[in-house]
């Protein structure tokens, strides 16, 4: 099953400019996280938030959460071509508390 | 921190053959390990739960009998894929937690041929 979807499917930019990343998600949650995968390689934890936080930062990263829209951003702030990858958002079930649940992620290419 | 060892990373096998891909929790003790699977340019479909000593529970139109499952102990989930199929052909990732939903580390994935 998958949480949600996010927004865009796949983002082009270029160097230095900004890259947002959009995450829905269906049920009640006790966190969501961000992650990213090179192609064809495994995930890289960015950044969780929790369900009774509203903003967090990390480097570059800048995390937002809006419960009541059940709703996420994931906002790359002067992006590098190391940037390129795939990003997904998951969620950690209030209720089942077990799997994380992943959207269907974005596709980040960022061009020098 | 806490670190999920997954092998093998490439495998090939032939149609009919069964693989086993191992997934260890190296420092810490999984109670609850994960099963994913990701076709290409797609995301992570869960797969299947299991939980040390008991069996795993799979989600909706995950063959059990295909996919079978073992969590014999706190470090160690094996998943084997019986009688692979071309179809079968992915990218398999394991993912471990003490407490679920907090901390999850993941493997590092096996890419899964079959010919």
């Known amino acids: 099953s998958q949480q949600g979807e996010e927004d865009p499917q796949a983002l082009s930019i270029q160097e230095g400019e900004n890259a947002t990343m959009n995450c829905s998600y269906k049920?009640?949650?006790?966190?969501l996280q961000w992650y990213r995968q090179n192609s064809g390689r495994g995930l890289v934890h960015l950044i969780l938030?929790?369900?009774?936080?509203r903003e967090k930062h990390s480097g570059r990263l800048r995390v937002t959460l809006d419960t009541s829209k059940k709703s996420s951003s994931l906002l790359i702030t002067a992006s590098r071509a190391a940037d390129t990858a795939s990003y997904f958002c998951?969620?950690?079930?209030?209720?089942?508390?077990?799997?994380?649940?992943f959207g269907k992620g974005t596709t980040l290419s960022v061009s020098s | 921190g806490a670190v999920v060892s997954q092998h093998p990373s490439r495998v090939i096998c032939k149609s009919g053959t069964s693989v086993k891909i191992e997934c260890r929790s190296l420092?810490?003790?999984?109670?609850?390990m994960f099963w994913y699977r990701q076709f290409p340019k797609q995301s992570l479909m869960l797969m299947a739960t299991?939980?040390?000593?008991?069996?795993?529970?799979?989600e909706q139109g995950v063959e059990k009998d295909k996919f079978l499952i073992n969590h014999a102990s706190l470090t160690l989930s094996t998943l084997t894929v019986t009688s692979a199929h071309p179809e079968d052909s992915s990218f398999y990732i394991c993912?471990?937690?003490?407490?679920?939903?907090?901390?999850?580390?993941f493997g590092s994935g096996t890419r899964l041929t079959v010919v």
């Open positions: 993912s471990a937690t003490q407490q679920p939903g907090r901390g999850y580390t």
């Open positions: 299991s939980n040390e000593g008991s069996k795993a529970t799979y």
């Open positions: 998951a969620t950690a079930d209030n209720q089942a508390g077990t799997a994380l649940i």
């Open positions: 938030i929790r369900s009774n936080e």
């Open positions: 049920t009640s949650i006790n966190n």
């Open positions: 420092d810490f003790q999984a109670t609850t």
